[in-house]
């Protein structure tokens, strides 16, 4: 299909042009490529060995959570030049969805994480600008057995910072390294909340907040949006896709 009319539809799918984000984020188009686009390839991160692995699997178009701009660098030398020389002698075009691929309802990491643990979405907390991020659920569960449903989910390790209850009810989620969103959960009436990663002070956010955070991996959770936008574009264009995996271990 044509790249324009594909490009076009995932703007606004994502609404990659109003969702408020970071400046270094670039959502949308990043690297121009092949004017048809006949397989897409999928993944967190635009790394040189994703950018390979794109390439080594046809893809005229790399879709990830994470472009290559985050360093603020206006030069073009070392990796960056590395990874710009991939994607145009391999001919592979990239585009960047951060926080409007973690906070979609239907193909976002938050949401998608929420249904393959089982749950479903009661609403929404934590907001970026005038957006919501995350996704709240009524769950009933002890926490060492929500903690150990998590790890089989993400299939990684699960840290645990026990601030709030020992049996819950209110489950956020919001993907990545969203620690500082425990005052959000804490003023949505979450007693735990699910994210990738946090600093050192978060324990003591956790603690004094009331509040559990469960710590599963910033890379863990966020392979959701990514494979769930290559579906959604395979089955309705009709294109074939590959998710190129990655994982960083964080």
């Known amino acids: 299909m044509k790249s324009t009319s594909l490009l076009e539809y995932l703007d606004e799918y994502l609404d990659v042009g109003t969702f408020?984000?970071?400046?270094?984020?670039?959502?949308?188009?990043?690297?121009?490529?092949?004017?048809?686009?006949?397989?897409?390839?999928?993944?967190?991160?635009a790394s040189e060995a994703v950018i390979q692995g794109a390439v080594a699997a046809g893809a005229d178009l790399l879709i990830v959570h994470h472009g290559i701009f985050w360093d603020g660098q206006t030069r073009v030398f070392g990796p960056r030049f590395r990874k710009l020389r991939g994607l145009i002698e391999g001919k592979v075009a990239l585009?960047?969805?951060?926080l409007p691929?973690?906070?979609?309802?239907?193909?976002?990491?938050?949401?998608v994480l929420c249904r393959e643990l089982g749950w479903a979405l009661a609403g929404r907390f934590g907001s970026h600008g005038d957006r919501d991020l995350g996704w709240w659920c009524d769950v009933d569960m002890e926490r060492d057995a929500l903690v150990a449903h998590v790890g089989d989910v993400v299939q990684g390790p699960v840290r645990l910072i026990p601030g709030g209850p020992d049996r819950i009810y209110r489950v956020g989620v919001v993907t990545?390294?969203?620690?500082?969103?425990?005052?959000?959960?804490?003023?949505?009436?979450?007693?735990?909340l699910i994210t990738g990663e946090g600093p050192h002070h978060s324990y003591n956010d956790a603690m004094e907040f009331r509040v559990n955070a469960v710590y599963a991996g910033h890379y863990a959770t966020e392979t959701w949006g990514v494979r769930a936008l290559g579906a959604h574009i395979g089955e309705r264009f009709g294109v074939p896709w590959d998710f190129i995996d990655a994982p960083t271990g964080l």
């Open 20 to 45: 408020p984000d970071y400046a270094a984020a670039h959502n949308g188009l990043q690297v121009e490529g092949p004017s048809e686009v006949q397989r897409i390839a999928v993944a967190v991160d």
């Open 95 to 98: 585009y960047s969805a951060h």
């Open 101 to 111: 691929l973690d906070a979609h309802p239907e193909v976002g990491n938050c949401a």
């Open 176 to 192: 990545g390294a969203a620690s500082a969103m425990l005052r959000d959960a804490a003023d949505a009436g979450l007693d735990t």
